[in-house]
């Protein structure tokens, strides 16, 4: 047995016990009571952390090594699909930006008109 085939087998074996494990435990701290303490919250965000980390390291990092895909050990590509998936998470959480620019610049275009109408109103001009 050729040893990127070992290695990438004992990777993808680790990796993927991560994900599991990991995973178990994220999931069953959000159901646990007693969990949402500090301690808890901590381990609950450790557990995201390397949940996440052993899941990217089983998709991209064990099939790269084991199919050596030469494609994949590009720079160029790398940052194209880390650019991609940073893309597609920002997307999940922000608001478009469409309703960011028409709902919040028109409200503080008024409130500052409306500050200088009162600011303007309540002056008076001593002789």
């Known amino acids: 047995m050729e040893t990127t085939t ?34 808890g919250i901590l381990t609950a965000f ?15 990092v064990c099939p790269t090594i084991y199919l050596f895909v030469t494609l994949m050990f590009n720079q160029d590509m790398q940052k194209f699909i880390m650019k991609s998936i940073l893309r597609k998470l920002l997307r999940m959480t922000q608001l478009p930006k469409s309703t960011q620019i028409v709902k919040v610049v028109p409200e503080l275009r ?8 009162i600011i303007t109103s309540e002056m008076t001009i001593i002789p």
């Open 110 to 117: 008024t409130r500052r008109l409306r500050a200088r109408q």
């Open 46 to 60: 450790q557990a995201f952390g390397d949940a996440i980390h052993s899941t990217i390291f089983f998709i991209f």
């Open 6 to 39: 070992i290695v990438a087998s004992v990777l993808g074996l680790i990796s993927f016990l991560g994900v599991i494990f990991n995973w178990t435990v994220v999931i069953a701290n959000r159901q646990i009571t007693s969990s949402k303490h500090s301690f």
